[in-house]
């Protein structure tokens, strides 16, 4: 074999050793991580056990310094937000905007930034008004210091719509209809996704005695909701499709609607929260997003980003429900074997020292021999 075939083959190796490596990611998927804990891990830890359970993303509520550099050559994808309290003047101040681009997303440039999120949950709110020019600010000053790639969005609740059942009758409150359409205008000319938070704990916990465990788990086995063409077996895809036809209502069928926030609790409103529940839910999407059909049936060719909720319990929050999001304790233990890392001397990282050592020994059989 001549040297250059032999080069060939070992550089054939490298590149299947990095893709079987990498081959798990679930490109739809991220987690995010809140910081309302006085115990939580240091960020290299953080980093390191995202890369372990094999996500796409992760969604930062505000800039970490020491995080957002521990990403740097990770890949990761990054949605980030500046602080709610930042908004107004963001908007109101072209230069606030364009040094926060340049303090917390030009000097890293190894870190996957792809989504700014100008504020959650703040329409309905005083500052939702600052929104679109906070949004037009931050978009002008990314493409200023060449970062123009990355999306400007926002992130809004379904407490935005009026009704959202069934999913065809989706439509905005009248009173935020005006700027939701001013900000959908935005994401539509730069072809970015507008941002929801999605419970459909919440949905399940308020009113038992109509929506069913079964539905808000993705248990059910068989259409729960029929919507003229449209049949749901989950309440996540309803909800998503009462989005998009709000958004038809208004002329903008054609932004994407992305999941900025969805989870279940484990604990603090028993029977409805449970360690069961939570895995039942959150494996259920899980799956939904890394098999099959990755849309809605009203969207069924676009696929969903994802972002549960969340990474770790975080102590600081009001109430044991809010604390009880996570997948995994401060000390990084898991609360339930949601992405299947549980210790063992086969895990992902293991499994990739697998695949390298199999690189190395074929390389040096290739040489010595061939």
């Not at 949605?79 to 309290?85: F, S």
């Not at 959650?120 to 002008?140: D, F």
């Not at 996704?193 to 539905?215: C, G, I, K, Q, R």
């Not at 969805?262 to 899980?286: H, I, K």
Request: proline residues 6%; glycine residues 6%.
């Amino acid at each position: 074999m001549s040297n250059s075939t032999m080069f060939l083959v070992i550089t054939l190796l490298f590149i299947l050793a990095r893709l079987t490596a990498a081959g798990n990611m679930n490109p739809f998927v991220g987690v995010c991580d809140g910081r309302n804990g006085d115990n939580l891990p240091p960020p290299a830890q953080i980093v390191s056990l995202y890369k372990k359970i094999n996500v796409a993303g992760i969604r930062l509520y505000e800039p970490v310094p020491d995080l957002i550099v521990s990403l740097q050559g990770t890949g990761l994808l990054v949605a980030l937000g500046p602080r709610n309290e930042e908004i107004k003047t963001l908007a109101e101040r072209y230069e606030f905007a364009l040094n926060w681009v340049k303090t917390f997303i030009a000097p890293y440039k190894n870190v996957a930034f792809s989504w700014i999120t100008v504020g959650n949950e703040v329409i309905e709110g005083e500052i939702g008004r600052y929104v679109p020019q906070a949004m037009k600010n931050l978009k002008a000053a990314l493409t200023e210091i060449g970062n123009s790639k990355i999306h400007v969005t926002t992130v809004i609740s379904t407490a935005s719509l009026a009704n959202s059942y069934p999913p065809s009758a989706g439509v905005f409150k009248p009173a935020i209809t005006e700027l939701i359409t001013e900000i959908v205008s935005i994401l539509s000319s730069t072809d970015s996704p507008l941002m929801v938070n999605v419970y459909p704990y919440f949905a399940y916990a308020s009113d038992p005695s109509h929506v069913t465990l079964e539905y808000a788990t993705f248990r059910s086995t068989s259409p729960v909701v029929t919507d003229g063409k449209y049949q749901y077996t989950n309440i996540f895809d309803a909800s998503l499709d009462a989005f998009n036809a709000a958004l038809e209502k208004i002329n903008h069928g054609s932004v994407k609607v992305y999941v900025a926030e969805t989870g279940w609790p484990t604990r603090g409103n028993v029977p409805y929260t449970s360690v069961e529940n939570a895995r039942a839910y959150n494996q259920g999407l899980l799956k939904k997003l890394t098999t099959g059909n990755k849309g809605t049936p009203r969207r069924p060719n676009v696929p969903v980003m994802t972002f549960f909720f969340e990474m770790f319990n975080e102590d600081l929050k009001e109430g044991d429900v809010e604390k009880s999001f996570g997948f995994f304790n401060p000390d990084m233990a898991p609360v339930y074997d949601m992405w299947n890392i549980n210790v063992s001397s086969y895990d992902k990282e293991g499994y990739s020292w697998v695949i390298w050592t199999m690189f190395i020994i074929t390389s040096l059989f290739l040489f010595y021999f061939i």
